[in-house]
């Protein structure tokens, strides 16, 4: 049964707009759970754009709600995250620059950091996933750091099919990535950038257990409600 995790960063976005307490992420994680979303994801920015430490800290103590917690490999927010002991958690690239996660992580270059990251988290029971690029190669790599899932990094095919351009190839290296990983023990998730459309496509790859939508969700739920929304994607994902 494919999984659909709804990412409600954006909320906090709109909050953060008028500095004050309304929209609720605390609410919106409760919320979204009732409308039939099987997790919810937060990202933890460096930077605090959107999640901050405390809505981390309520989110993850709702009983009976799956918490994907997305982090960066700096040392500040892996403590903050092993103290709030998420059910899941997320290795992403983190460039304070950036607007979005703009593709998978450098595993050759933080090999020995993320292993160590890997470890702690392993220790405490959390399911660890990396969020990588459709490359067999990082899918070997994340297979030796003994962690649990990956998370494929679906932006550029997300583009492709928003943009009407070829897809292809990039749903080639995506299907090729997804069954390397099924055949090593990986349990295969996909993410960003997706809407109807693409995640429709995606979900005929049999080796996605798990999509991590939030961007569009939030959007498109201005137009037609959350609850509307969230089960426009679960009657994607299962068909």
Same mark, same amino acid.
């Given at each position: 049964?494919?999984?659909?995790?709804?990412?409600?960063?954006? @909320? $906090?976005?709109?909050?953060?707009?008028?500095?004050?307490?309304?929209?609720?992420?605390?609410?919106?994680?409760?919320?979204?759970?009732?409308?039939?979303?099987?997790?919810?994801?937060?990202?933890?920015?460096?930077?605090?754009?959107?999640?901050?430490?405390?809505? $981390?800290?309520?989110?993850?103590?709702?009983?009976?709600?799956?918490? =994907?917690?997305?982090?960066?490999?700096?040392?500040?927010?892996?403590?903050?995250?092993?103290?709030?002991?998420?059910?899941?958690?997320?290795?992403?690239? *983190?460039?304070?620059?950036?607007?979005?996660? *703009?593709?998978?992580? =450098?595993?050759?270059?933080?090999?020995?950091?993320?292993?160590?990251?890997?470890?702690?988290?392993?220790?405490?029971?959390?399911?660890?996933?990396?969020?990588?690029?459709?490359?067999?190669?990082?899918?070997?790599?994340?297979?030796?750091?003994?962690?649990?899932?990956? *998370?494929?990094?679906?932006?550029?095919?997300?583009?492709?099919?928003?943009?009407?351009?070829?897809?292809? =190839?990039?749903?080639?290296?995506? #299907?090729?990535?997804?069954?390397?990983?099924?055949?090593?023990?990986?349990?295969?998730?996909? #993410?960003? #950038?997706?809407?109807?459309?693409?995640?429709? @496509?995606?979900?005929?790859?049999?080796?996605?257990?798990?999509? =991590?939508? #939030?961007?569009?969700? @939030?959007?498109?739920?201005?137009?037609?409600?959350?609850?509307?929304?969230?089960?426009?994607?679960?009657?994607?994902?299962?068909?």
């Amino acid at each position: 049964m494919k999984r659909l995790g709804v990412n409600i960063d954006h @909320i $906090a976005t709109l909050r953060n707009a008028r500095g004050e307490f309304h929209p609720d992420p605390y609410f919106a994680a409760k919320f979204v759970k009732k409308q039939g979303a099987d997790s919810i994801t937060i990202h933890l920015r460096d930077d605090r754009r959107h999640i901050n430490d405390l809505d $981390a800290k309520n989110i993850c103590s709702i009983k009976n709600l799956l918490v =994907n917690l997305e982090i960066s490999i700096k040392d500040e927010i892996v403590k903050n995250a092993l103290k709030i002991r998420p059910n899941y958690i997320c290795i992403v690239p *983190e460039n304070r620059k950036e607007i979005t996660t *703009e593709g998978g992580l =450098n595993l050759r270059k933080n090999k020995n950091q993320i292993k160590k990251i890997i470890k702690k988290f392993k220790e405490k029971n959390i399911r660890t996933s990396l969020f990588i690029n459709p490359s067999q190669k990082d899918v070997l790599i994340s297979k030796e750091f003994n962690v649990d899932c990956i *998370e494929i990094h679906t932006g550029k095919f997300a583009n492709l099919v928003k943009s009407q351009k070829k897809i292809k =190839n990039e749903l080639d290296r995506i #299907g090729k990535a997804c069954k390397l990983a099924d055949n090593l023990g990986l349990e295969v998730h996909a #993410g960003h #950038g997706l809407d109807y459309r693409s995640t429709k @496509i995606l979900s005929k790859i049999k080796e996605i257990k798990e999509f =991590n939508i #939030g961007h569009f969700i @939030i959007g498109e739920s201005i137009f037609l409600g959350i609850k509307t929304v969230i089960r426009k994607f679960k009657k994607i994902i299962k068909s």
